[in-house]
Each structure stands twice: as structure tokens, then as C-alpha cells.
């Protein structure tokens, strides 16, 4: 089975521009969760989506914003870039939304913010 | 967010067993501890997770404290691929939707000596 596939795989944009950001999950997988990577740090949570529905968000300001589809795949959407916004942006699936199932991290799309 | 601490930096030497250690103190009795390692240009990858009682898989052992305030991964045998940057992780609930979130702290970056 294919894992968790992001893209673009690389993005480079320019301050005041808007992004899209594209997630597939694992096959079966129903909940899909976005993080954001600074370089030298953690990976921070943005949002949760299960079975279609946002379940959770982050502290991210208001132009961040997503989506979940019927086939369960995501998008995370991006207005009004600034420089910050520069990272590694990660999807993340699983079976469910419980404190055990295990979370199946993509590739991540580096966005640069020019 | 429930909070863990690790030390930035460990170095092992191959074939050697690797002892990761982690304190969170205002873990919940609820809580699971979950341990996910990152390697290089990689996204996150699930190692091992557990609640009480120390856990055993094929990649790793976590032992748990008694007063489950610190826990450790072990690697039995290093391998110069376990060089990755390792998290410990509480797994915190989400305001809306019954669902729980990642809360990643810096981890703590793994070498190993060939």
C-alpha cells in the first residue's frame, strides 16, 4: 500500500501570495492531520479533520485554513504569505482520532516564502 | 499543552544499545507517551507508544516509570539508520470533536558512530 503523499514536494512563493498544499492519506485512513515544521523545531500542529469534519486547530492565524474531501484526501490552504510561513509542511493520516492510533507522517511540501 | 523535556544532543556507537530518556511530570493518568523518531529530509515515523506497562516491538522498548513522570526509549543494537532526531510525545485531547493532537517539543538528536 502506498503511505501518506504530499504535493507539491516544493513550493516557492513570494509575500502576499496564496498556497495550496495537497494531502492523500493512507488508504482506509479517515482522519488527516496538518503540521508545520520551522527548521530547528518540532513539528507544530495546525488542523484535524475526521471523516470530513475539522475536529481541531491549532494556534495558526485565520489565513490558514483547510479542507477535507469525500474520498478523505485534504487540502491546507495558505492567504497572504509572510516571510514566517516558510517551513515544512506535514500531513498526517490515521485509522481514526483516538490516543492510540498511530499517526503515518507524508513527505512534507518545503514551502520557501520569497 | 502537556509538556516533555529531553536532552538536545545524543551520541552512541554502533551495535551499542541506545537509552533515550524523557521527563514529563504533569503527565495525566490518561496520558499515552508516544515516541516518533524523524530522519534526515524525512517526515516523522512512528517508534512505539504505551501507558503504564513497558512495551516491546520490533524496532524498540519503552520503559515507563512507575510513577509514569519519565519513560525511556530503548534501542537495542544501534544501527547507523537509527541516526534520526527522536520525540517523546504526549498526546493532548482537542477542545472540539473528541479528537487529540501532537504536541512535538525539539527532540532529541540522535548520532551514531560508525
Known amino acids: 500500500d502506498a503511505g501518506v503523499t504530499q504535493s507539491p514536494t516544493h513550493l516557492i512563493k513570494t509575500r502576499g501570495q496564496q498556497v495550496t498544499l495537497r494531502c492523500s492519506p493512507i488508504s482506509g485512513h479517515k482522519s488527516v492531520s496538518w503540521y508545520q515544521q520551522v527548521l530547528g523545531q518540532g513539528p507544530q500542529f495546525i488542523f484535524q479533520y475526521y471523516e470530513k469534519e475539522e475536529r481541531g486547530r491549532g494556534n495558526f492565524p485565520d489565513r490558514f485554513s483547510a479542507r477535507q474531501f469525500p474520498n478523505y484526501s485534504s487540502e491546507l490552504n495558505v492567504n497572504a504569505l509572510l516571510l514566517g510561513d516558510s517551513a515544512l509542511y506535514l500531513c498526517a493520516s490515521s485509522l481514526a482520532r483516538f490516543s492510540t492510533d498511530t499517526q503515518y507522517f507524508g513527505p512534507g511540501t518545503r514551502l520557501t516564502v520569497l | 499543552d502537556a509538556k516533555t523535556t529531553q536532552p538536545n544532543s545524543m551520541e552512541s556507537n554502533e551495535e551499542e544499545p541506545v537509552h533515550l530518556p524523557c521527563n514529563h511530570s504533569?503527565?495525566?493518568?490518561?496520558?499515552?507517551i508516544h515516541w516518533y523518531r524523524q530522519l534526515p529530509s524525512q517526515g516523522p515515523e512512528y517508534v512505539i507508544h504505551?501507558?503504564?506497562s513497558n512495551v516491546n516491538n520490533r524496532m524498540a522498548s519503552l520503559a515507563i516509570a512507575e510513577d509514569r513522570k519519565s519513560s525511556t526509549l530503548i534501542l537495542h543494537r544501534a544501527t547507523l539508520r537509527d541516526a534520526a532526531v527522536y520525540y517523546c510525545?504526549?498526546?493532548?485531547?482537542?477542545?472540539?470533536?473528541?479528537?487529540?493532537?501532537?504536541?512535538f517539543g525539539k527532540g532529541t538528536k540522535l548520532t551514531v558512530n560508525p
Open positions: 510525545i504526549l498526546r493532548v485531547p482537542l477542545t472540539q470533536g473528541g479528537s487529540e493532537k501532537l504536541v
Open positions: 504505551g501507558l503504564t
Open positions: 504533569t503527565i495525566s493518568g490518561t496520558d499515552y
